[in-house]
């Protein structure tokens, strides 16, 4: 069965410091990876997806399969990325997804 | 388009009652998902439908069904209310349910169990 471990429920770091938020997966196959993110009083939505390879919101994720690998990086944080953020996969020909337990990301003035 | 729209909102029930909840996913979109949210176990999968059919299913009980009409509105039920069954229940579209395609979430109905 698939797994998703975020280590981190909580990261606090300052304004314009560089964060991590860390995602390790467990699947034998090819999966499907995401990074889903809730803002205060927001419903869950899509930030990004592994197979995109795009940045959003100055967010980039690498799957690394060799380290079954799927962090979120961003260089300098802001205030307004301050969210829960959740790391899914989904391996199936259906869209079930797999969730992480989250992080909950606070960035400081 | 109009996002997942998901109601009630809030519903209060008593043990041993049985609950019907509504998902209506954006325009086009023909699979919705289902997931219970609660703080120990975090985002669990229910069950997903697609064209009328479940699709997948997630190891919960029994107790919880569901359907998806024509329109690809969807309901879920949970039959004889347990203690452990209160949770944000959320609902996911998108459009055909393919494992690289992004799910869109509503809102969610909070049902808390007395």
Request: contains cysteine; charged residues 20%.
């Amino acid at each position: 069965a698939q797994r998703v471990t975020q280590p981190e429920k909580l990261l606090s770091v300052f304004k314009g410091a560089p964060v991590e938020l860390k995602c390790n997966y467990s699947y034998s196959g090819s999966p499907e990876l995401f990074w889903y993110v809730q803002y205060s009083r927001q419903r869950l939505q899509l930030l990004l997806r592994h197979i995109s390879r795009e940045s959003i919101k100055g967010f980039t994720a690498d799957l690394n399969k060799g380290e079954t690998s799927f962090h979120l990086k961003k260089p300098f944080a802001q205030e307004e990325d301050s969210a829960m953020y959740y790391c899914a996969l989904s391996t199936h020909s259906g869209s079930r997804l797999t969730f992480g337990e989250g992080t909950q990301l606070t960035v400081n003035p | 388009k109009a996002g997942v729209t998901q109601t009630p909102r809030y519903l209060i029930k008593t043990r041993g009652q049985q609950v019907t909840l509504s998902c209506s996913p954006i325009s086009g979109h023909r699979s919705v998902s289902w997931y219970q949210q609660t703080p120990g176990q975090g985002l669990q999968f229910l069950f997903e439908y697609f064209s009328e059919t479940q699709r997948n299913k997630g190891n919960f009980p029994g107790r919880f069904s569901g359907r998806q009409f024509s329109n690809s509105r969807s309901e879920m039920n949970v039959s004889t209310l347990e203690l452990g069954d209160s949770a944000l229940y959320l609902c996911a579209s998108s459009l055909y349910g393919d494992s690289n395609q992004p799910q869109h979430f509503g809102d969610g109905t909070r049902l808390s169990i007395l």
